[in-house]
């Protein structure tokens, strides 16, 4: 008999989703999908509010990455209240803004890496569940655990150092920041006692590297076959293609490394990126205009942006970026595990980042906030630690957002999700009779490697274009309903 | 004349102030404070938000409106008046839509406050979730009805006095607009454009919520720094002190 296999909710990943994989009689995969089941609204219940209350509102809709949003709706309404995109805040506004992003990649990319993917690495796909968690990380590999928890908390401690908080703060402000560093937080961080100073971080995160590396020569099959699937990848780089976390220029690049998006301005984004709605999951489906709705999806987050960039701009990632870049000899990386790798170089470049923006006086400048001619609307981009994060508002003349479009990481990951669960669903999953846990966690560890944050990825409220279509065995639509 | 003194007791403590004195100033003298939400030093008292419920000679009265008298048993801090002011606190967050999280006057707005002094973690009564609306149509105030708890400070406060004689009342640039349910403040038509930028400041100060908003200057002052994110709202940092040192001053 045909059977439907439903993993929900689907662990070890922030939000809520599920998993649905329908096979036939001859226990063969036929469809599988990733189905976001949660519901935010923050699109809709923006408008009316001043522009700028959005920093602080929109970060809400995550505990996990509100910086992120925090950020990205602070650049969009630095566009409103004239002080340009990206290079127009003063050097404090800047260097602090950017602080508080490098300390959110590298707590974020931690709690990911050590929390939610390494008992899957340290225990294997196939371990008991009992075992295969944080606490048993804690129990048999005490020094990584030990480390994650301390890499997290210098995170966060740096977020709360610019931000005020270490979740939902307030530091970004339309124009700038509101606060700069005192002498005593910056060297808090640069000479803290062992193990909270930035140069235990730096050795950490190569800790960390070289322990993948070496899991990675013991298994090679899992790491390079894993969900691996050619793509187009897509981030900001820096102007030079250099990468740059924070601001840049949109660049995607095709499986082979051809440039698909040449550098663009991102104010510009609409005219390049469309949205498809489908009728199963809250979740849009972002594509390349150009290339169409078929094949211009792309990836995006760390195995994204180790293919657009050029080169890392601090001297111990850029080593470990050369390495990445020759194992696929130059071409872009389409292996999904490869993601785990790509996360921890990060982790690794924004210890440095933070290393360099803590030894420049100008984090603790008194000029934070910078203001020029209004204007009625602004987009705001970064990479997120999962990926490109879009956010566009549009004021009227009474300050009242009138309309707030919010692409995150997730959404433009939302394809490469599905691909990675069908690929992981058919080759774990066909032929079997019957179906083991493991089995299933083959299918969670596919999702997991995006790092996903199912939460924010769903945010339209009222308008939600809904389509919904009866079709009978044939496939011929029978009947087909449409509210928006 | 010779001003009178009243002796009284507050929760037994024997107390004096100057006979006639609202109870509320009475108590601030002998280091006593008493919670409001809509007295303001130097204005006609409006006892219209209640937290300031005492009990005198066993009688509720409001403090802000009740002057102070020869013999009277106040009670102040009981368990019975802190569970009344705290009910009437949560009330006006069951009312109103107050989302603190992403509200620019967190950390200094008195509601709030309050609510953390007498450890409210979540209302008794259901919420009410009433429609509000906000007006931001003035070029520099931003006017949220949500949060509004209706406690005439605005109106009573915030005066025109352009024009005026000295030592007349001034008008109020602020005013109740319909009636009941339905009842809001509004800006008056005319004053309301000619609002100078230290009166719409004064506004904002003074409005215990986040309702009056100062356009474009949200979020400026980073968390710590904000008025009750290191003390609890009390005598030291309460409006009323603050008032009542400027109004000296003058
Ligand atoms: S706007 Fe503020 S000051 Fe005016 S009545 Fe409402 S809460 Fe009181």
């Known amino acids: ?484 | 004349m010779e001003k009178k003194i009243a002796h009284f007791t507050i929760d037994n403590k024997e107390c004096t102030a100057t006979t006639g004195v609202s109870i509320i100033n009475a108590a601030r003298e002998n280091g006593i404070f008493i919670p409001t939400l809509c007295h303001y030093e130097g204005v006609k008292p409006a006892g219209s938000c209640r937290v300031c419920t005492v009990k005198v000679n066993k009688r509720h009265l409001t403090a802000c409106t009740t002057p102070v008298a020869e013999g009277m048993e106040i009670e102040v801090d009981t368990a019975e008046l802190n569970d009344l002011r705290s009910s009437v606190i949560e009330l006006l967050f069951t009312e109103g839509n107050h989302y603190c999280p992403a509200c620019e006057k967190s950390g200094n707005c008195e509601l709030q406050a309050l609510a953390y002094r007498f450890g409210i973690m979540a209302p008794r009564f259901p919420y009410q979730f009433n429609e509000r609306d906000v007006d931001a149509s003035h070029p520099k105030i931003y006017h949220d009805h949500n949060r509004c708890i209706l406690c005439k400070r605005c109106i009573r406060i915030i005066k025109d006095e352009k024009d005026l004689p000295a030592g007349s009342q001034g008008r109020s640039i602020f005013a109740f607009n319909q009636r009941a349910k339905k009842v809001k403040i509004k800006l008056d038509d005319r004053l309301g454009k000619e609002l100078s930028d230290e009166l719409a400041q004064k506004a904002m100060d003074i409005c215990p919520v986040g309702s009056i908003l100062v356009k474009e200057t949200g979020f400026k002052t980073p968390i710590g720094q904000r008025k009750f994110d290191k003390e609890a709202i009390s005598l030291d940092n309460s409006i009323n002190l603050k008032a009542m040192k400027e109004a000296h001053h003058e």
């Open chain 1, 1 to 484: 008999m045909p059977k439907k296999i439903t993993i929900e909710p689907v662990t070890r990943v922030e939000g809520h989703g599920k998993v649905t994989i329908h096979m036939d009689d001859d226990n063969q995969v036929v469809q599988s999908r990733l189905h976001i089941v949660e519901f935010r609204g923050f699109e809709r219940f923006i408008q009316g509010r001043p522009y700028w209350e959005a920093p602080v509102l929109v970060q809400r809709l995550c505990g996990i990455c509100p910086v992120s949003h925090h950020l990205a709706a602070a650049k969009a309404m630095d566009m409103i209240v004239g002080a340009g995109t990206g290079d127009g805040l003063s050097p404090t506004g800047e260097k602090m803004r950017r602080l508080m992003h490098y300390g959110q990649i590298f707590q974020s990319h931690a709690l990911h890496f050590f929390h939610l993917a390494s008992p899957d690495l340290l225990f294997g796909i196939n371990a008991d569940p009992n075992i295969r968690n944080i606490i048993g990380v804690a129990l048999e590999h005490k020094d990584l655990a030990v480390q994650g928890v301390m890499m997290r908390k210098f995170g966060q401690e740096i977020i709360q150092a610019t931000a005020g908080k270490k979740i939902h703060g307030t530091g970004a402000i339309p124009g700038g920041i509101n606060k700069s560093l005192s002498k005593e937080e910056r060297d808090s961080f640069l000479k803290g006692e062992d193990p909270l100073n930035i140069d235990k971080m730096i050795e950490w995160s190569l800790g960390a590297l070289e322990f993948f590396k070496g899991y990675h020569k013991a298994n090679r099959e899992l790491i390079d076959d894993f969900a691996s699937f050619p793509s187009s990848h897509l981030s900001l780089v820096r102007k030079d293609g250099a990468m740059d976390l924070y601001h840049g220029v949109l660049r995607a690049v095709d499986s082979e490394g051809k440039k698909i998006l040449h550098d663009i301005d991102y104010q510009d984004y609409a005219s390049y990126i469309g949205e498809e709605v489908k009728n199963w999951t809250y979740m849009k489906f972002p594509f390349l205009k150009e290339i169409g709705k078929q094949d211009g999806w792309y990836r995006v987050g760390p195995l994204a942006r180790m293919n657009t960039v050029d080169f890392i701009p601090t001297p111990l990632a850029q080593k470990e970026h050369e390495l990445f870049r020759a194992y696929t000899n130059g071409k872009p990386n389409g292996m999904s595990m490869h993601m785990h790798w790509a996360r921890l170089i990060e982790i690794l470049h924004s210890a440095e980042m933070m290393k360099e923006l803590l030894n420049d006086d100008d984090i603790m400048g008194n000029d934070l906030v910078v203001k020029g001619n209004k204007t009625l609307e602004g987009v705001g981009l970064l990479e997120a630690p999962r990926g490109t994060l879009f956010h566009h508002y549009r004021i009227n003349r009474n300050d009242q957002i009138e309309m707030a479009n919010l692409i995150v990481s997730t959404t433009n990951n939302n394809i490469p999700m599905n691909l990675a669960v069908e690929s992981v669903a058919k080759k774990y999953l066909n032929g079997h009779a019957v179906i083991s846990e493991g089995m299933l966690n083959a299918v969670e560890v596919a999702i997991r490697a995006y790092d996903p944050c199912l939460s924010c990825a769903t945010h339209a409220l009222g308008k939600m274009p809904l389509e919904i279509s009866l079709v009978d065995k044939d496939s011929n639509i029978i009947d087909k309903k449409y509210s928006g």
